[in-house]
């Protein structure tokens, strides 16, 4: 992942938000190499209708927008009045059709404007909820309004009110993402079909004749259809480390993952030519997801990696997206108001600084996310591209330097503190103040350690990862889930950086001295409880419980015989055993860590303890009445030691 210096990437869609707040640079790392900075701010954006209604007018197909504030409508809209009073929304657009102009605006009941755009300032800040444009319109119709005093309802075509990063949802209204169409997979063409190896061959999971999946449905259909919530959550899946994965890993992966709440896998690549075997594992990626079914990928570019000097380096992304942007095993995410597509996510980690050759960072990423034959080919399966890169650098000139070129942010490094505190919202803040887009997403993060040394890739330190780090911060995304729209769940197999919550498998970047032995499978365990809680906004009824207990394996001021060195910010840590009991009834919890133990009392819900380290083996036994309920006792799995043999700040987890 990343370094108090190092950078990533991301994803997000949704709600936005903003609040003002002092800038400050942010951290970053990776196992590769690099570091980073990043920050955000927050502001509550009304927000309208999810589903926006199609009016049928007679000369093209026009999509609803928001309803925005606006006293004098050739203020946000440069505008063409229509020389008479108007009688319903598809009057409106016809008339805007007539004068070929794409965004109409109708305000008081009756009054008609049409232009070519939006005038930039403010249009965002503008967007008000819908109560406000209820006028009736002086057609009589049932149901039909047409704005309000001083409300302009804005409807758009030809995606024209895309560029202006409005809100897709109504506050408190629930709506679902549709996230595979299998009507695509005939008409998409799969380059790796046959073009598997020998390699790929063994070992291979045979997928059992899955029923295939239903497309998106009408709201009036009676038939299920394959979705994910809008709250989506994402891990991110580093391709570098899969080698040797099969179909039948993917497989396992996904099936894993979705058990836990987690809605797809953002797929981080650095290599990706023709003859790349990265390529092919992400072939077969979108095909266990075709397969299994309600869960997606998507693409994380590592630009940390991947050149981007001239428009040569574009072409490895653009042939991604030409390749895979309409697959069905690719996330979906809404259309954005005023567009009838379905957007597919595009993210980075790291580019702010990428120009494609083309003399400017803007217009570098433009030659590749808007390029036609990209554009063309994901328009005839109904989707377009929602850019909303990780980028650690600019974050206060986005707004002007990117607006309309960027969808939305992705804060990698939301994940862990920025020094010897716990984690808080101040950085989620300053972002989202600056956010270009409509979009937001942030991180969350089990821990991170690295331990390279300098003929390696040269990375040695921790982020603080106390004070049941994961937990606490899934506590903080659900309290402001209305200004996040996704989370990426960092990492899912990042191995080097000691941040994975999925299983030890595949191919390790010379990581085993400080990753092999300490299982994360915990925080995966605990994500389906607080997924539900973010998704829903309501934490589930505990009936399943659980206890889940973890350590590092030696004191942070040891002394070990290691050549890499003690990794910087050590003293950021404190030497403690970390416990979270899920009950549904009172009891008593009893920690113990070598020659110290303590019990505590434990009240129906989420429960938090720690005690201080002591050498030894450690335990955590819920009981009642004195008779044990739960009992998680890793025995000779793990010994907290005082004389270890290297540094290793990792996580050992147990969990029952």
Known sequence: MKTLFHVLIGVNFLSSCSNTLASFSEPHGRRNRH?????????????????????????????????????????????????????????????????????????????????????????????????????????????????????????????????????????????????????????????????????????????PNLPPVAPPQDSTSSTSTTQVPVKAIIAHHMVGNVYSYSLGSWINDIRLAKSAGIDGFALNLGSGGPKSWQRKRIGDAFRAAESVGGFGMVFSFDMTVLR???????????????????????????????????????????????????????????????????????????????????????????????????????????????GSHDVDWEADAYRLRYNPGSLYMTSVSPAFFTHYGPSSFNKNWIYRSDDWLYASRWE??????????????????????????????????????????????GFLDMTAYYAQAFKTGTYPVIRDEKVYIWSRPHPRDADAPDPVGRPNFWDWTEDYLWALVFAASDGEFTLISGSNSQTFPVKSGVNKFKLPNAPGPIRGTLTRLGVPVLDVNPKSDFDFSLHPRNYNFNYFMAYK
């Open 308 to 418: 981007c000097d001239s428009q040569e380096d574009g072409d490895i992304l653009r042939d991604y997206l030409m390749t895979w942007g309409p697959h069905p095993g690719h996330l979906t995410l809404p259309p954005a108001a005023g567009s009838p597509y379905q957007r597919i996510l595009v993210s980075t980690f790291a580019g702010e600084y990428c120009t494609f050759g083309r003399g400017s960072v803007r217009d570098g990423w433009l030659s590749v996310i808007t390029d036609p034959a990209i554009v063309s080919r994901l328009n005839s399966v109904g989707r377009e591209i929602a850019f909303v890169p990780s980028w650690f650098a600019r974050v206060e000139a986005r707004q002007q330097e990117f607006f309309g070129a960027i969808q939305g942010d992705f804060f990698w490094n939301g994940g862990w503190p920025y």
């Open 35 to 207: 570091n980073r900075l990043d920050h955000n701010e927050s502001r509550s954006v009304p927000l309208h209708s999810s589903n926006p209604r199609q009016l049928d007018s007679p000369l093209s197909r026009w999509f609803e927008g928001p309803c925005v504030s606006d006293s004098s409508p050739s203020t946000i809209l440069g505008a063409t009045l229509s020389k008479q009073l108007v009688a319903s929304p598809q009057e409106c657009t016809s008339y805007c059709d007539s004068n070929s102009l794409d965004i109409a605006g109708l305000r008081n009941g009756s009054e008609c404007f049409c232009g070519p755009s939006l005038n930039n300032e403010a249009t965002r800040v503008r967007e008000v909820s819908e109560e406000e444009c209820s006028s009736p319109c002086i057609s009589e119709i049932p149901q039909q309004m047409c704005g309000g005093p001083d409300r302009t309802r804005l409807f758009g075509r030809n995606g024209a009110l895309d560029r202006y990063g409005f809100g897709f949802t109504r506050i408190g209204q629930p709506i679902t993402l549709p996230l595979l169409d299998s009507d695509l997979s005939s008409a998409v063409h799969d380059p790796l079909q046959s073009e598997a190896t020998s390699h790929d061959q063994e070992n291979v999971f045979q997928v």
């Open 476 to 521: 903080m995304l659900v309290d402001h889930r209305d200004e996040v729209s996704c989370v990426e769940i960092v990492t899912w197999n990042d191995y080097g950086e000691s941040s994975y919550i999925g299983p030890i498998e595949g191919n390790q970047p010379n990581s085993e001295a400080w990753v092999n032995g300490f299982p994360h499978l």
